[in-house]
């Protein structure tokens, strides 16, 4: 998906932080949300002009996902053992 925005608009970030956002926060999905933030990191690895900002923005929000998931993964752990 963030590979079709690419190829259309150029810079795929603004709309990855923002569909991170309704994942995380409206479709109440973390996960997913943790896997449109990877899919832009990587894509910024690959980008030939990098911008800091998307960086920073990224890596601290999948930083901060990464912790919510593995807490959620730990509580359903939980819940089945």
Do not use: F
């Not at 998906?1 to 970030?13: F, H, K, N």
């Not at 973390?30 to 002009?49: D, K, Q």
């Amino acid at each position: 998906m963030l590979d079709e925005c690419r190829r259309t608009q150029g810079l795929p970030y603004p709309a990855a932080i923002e569909l991170a956002k309704l994942l995380e926060h409206q479709a109440r999905d973390p996960a997913g949300a943790l896997r449109v933030v990877a899919e832009a990191l990587n894509l910024l690895t690959m980008a030939v002009i990098r911008d800091d900002r998307w960086r920073v923005d990224l890596e601290q929000r999948r930083h901060r996902l990464d912790v919510r998931v593995r807490r959620a993964s730990r509580g359903r752990l939980a819940l089945t053992g």
